[in-house]
């Protein structure tokens, strides 16, 4: 059985980073075309970064030149470091990997306030 299982979420001022780290389980994460999407109160749910199987990243334009996403074959996890947050940050962050189907993790919540 595939699970996503974020972590690093929390409250950070602006112009702070904060490393978020989707953990695979029942599944390589070299297998999985995986991104980190966002959603805002109000608002739908938007992909920030996307890593495909292959290597090939994509970006968001609100995250390019300020997030990097990277995949450890390692430790089985894909990662979103997010540096110079702003409160337009402010959203619940899921994973998503994809393979033959779409597979969620449960949401990790960064909050971007002074």
């Known amino acids: 059985q595939v699970q996503l299982v974020e972590s690093g979420g929390g409250l950070v001022q602006p112009g702070g980073s904060l490393r978020l780290s989707c953990a695979a389980s029942?599944?390589?994460?070299?297998?999985?075309?995986t991104g980190w999407y966002r959603q805002a109160p109000g608002k739908q749910r938007e992909l920030v970064a996307r890593?495909?199987?292959?290597?090939?990243?994509n970006y968001a334009d609100s995250a390019k030149g300020r997030f990097t996403i990277s995949r450890d074959n390692v430790k089985n996890t894909v990662d979103l470091q997010m540096n110079s947050l702003k409160p337009e940050d402010t959203a619940v962050y899921y994973c998503?990997?994809?393979?033959?189907?779409?597979?969620w993790g449960q949401g990790t919540q960064v909050t971007v306030s002074s």
């Open positions: 890593i495909n199987r292959d290597g090939s990243i």
């Open positions: 029942g599944i390589i994460v070299s297998f999985l075309t």
């Open positions: 998503n990997g994809i393979f033959m189907r779409d597979y």
